[in-house]
């Protein structure tokens, strides 16, 4: 297909990309500088041959220890290195997790993540995270954890504990990483997804943009994840939610147009993930969260919070499916 033609072309684009594994940097940057209508279109219909558009997977997140990481990410208000004002909480009891999970299974979702501002897991926390994903796994949810870095042993543990997926994501292009976060590198971050990949645990990565990178290094980000040996089963994209107190606050926001852009390049390059549209949906009207749908996101989180920031609320979301005539997706076609 000539995605920058200009005149209506018959396309049919293949459902597993040709390109796979192969990605560089220049056939990424045509398609994401294509017209607009004919980027939507190709993701759209990349889409259709993977998914069924109309259904959106919901998972919830909880975060299981708030606040003091010893990480200094520019974004985020639970780094110690920045005054965001957020109170810093122990790791929160077992059982409070698993009652918490039971509510969200109740109210539809089918995926749990749990999030810990740690650096890593230290070898005291093991086994209360073990007996989380066992206790959630026994509820008959997905299960997701989100603990920072990962050696091989903790990942063959928590895979053994019944963990579906692992997330740890780039955030950003290798280029812009540093100026982001100064206290681990791209490298370490690619060594964790090859940990959680070789224990057999799905990998959910992705970045966030609006960090004052460049379109190139948002292209360049989306050609590292789909470059992996396998692409991330899930690839969460976030739009940057500036907190006051951190070296991001005054980042210039993304445009809504190229926000889109990056969710369509995403759904093209990675034609089998779940692509989520993740934090940052506060700040989206309803008709670009529709466009981000129809450009191939489908996957959110539900609830009133993310790890610390607002989310809307589950009303909101289920007005918005019902006028767009999306439902969630089940268990098993996820
Ligand atoms: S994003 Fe994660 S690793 Fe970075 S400061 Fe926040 S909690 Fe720590």
């Known amino acids: 297909m000539d995605i920058h033609a ?20 220049e056939k990424a940057r045509a398609l994401h500088d294509a017209p607009f209508n004919n980027l ?7 889409h259709r041959q993977n998914f069924d558009p109309n259904k959106v997977q919901l998972s919830r997140l909880l975060s299981i220890k ?13 780094s110690a290195h920045h005054e965001s004002g957020l109170k810093a909480s122990k790791l929160m009891e077992v059982r409070r997790v698993i009652a918490e999970a039971t509510k969200a299974r109740d109210a539809g979702a089918t995926r749990y993540c749990m999030g810990a501002a740690w650096r890593n897991p230290k070898a005291r926390d093991m086994d209360a995270v073990v007996a989380m994903v066992e206790g959630v796994k026994a509820l008959g949810m997905e299960t997701c954890m989100t603990l920072g870095m990962l050696d091989l042993e903790q990942a063959v543990r928590l895979k053994q504990a019944g963990l579906d997926y692992y997330n740890h994501n780039i955030d950003t292009s290798e280029r812009h990483y540093s100026e982001v976060i100064s206290t681990r590198s791209f490298a370490d971050r690619l060594e964790t997804l090859e940990h959680v990949r070789q224990s057999g645990i799905k990998v959910c990565c992705g970045g966030i943009v609006g960090m004052g990178e460049e379109a190139t290094d948002r292209i360049d980000m989306l050609v590292t994840l789909a470059n992996l040996p396998e692409p991330p089963e899930s690839v969460p994209i976030n739009m940057l939610i500036p907190i006051a107190g951190t070296p991001l606050a005054e980042a210039r926001p993304i445009e809504p147009i190229e926000f889109v852009r990056v969710i369509a390049l995403a759904r093209i390059m990675m034609p089998k993930s779940h692509v989520r549209l993740s934090a940052g949906r506060t700040a989206m009207t309803d008709e670009m969260q529709a466009l981000c749908f129809f450009a191939g996101a489908n996957s959110i989180f539900v609830g009133d919070t993310l790890l610390t920031a607002d989310n809307p609320g589950e009303d909101k979301d289920t007005m918005l499916f019902r006028r767009l005539g999306i439902e969630p997706m089940d268990l098993d076609t996820q």
Do not use: K, R
């Open 66 to 78: 708030t606040g003091g990481c010893p990480e200094d990410c520019g974004y985020c208000s639970q």
């Open 6 to 25: 200009t005149t209506s072309t018959q396309t049919t684009p293949q459902a597993q990309s040709p390109d796979a594994g192969t990605w560089t940097l």
């Open 40 to 46: 939507i279109f190709l993701a759209q219909t990349v």
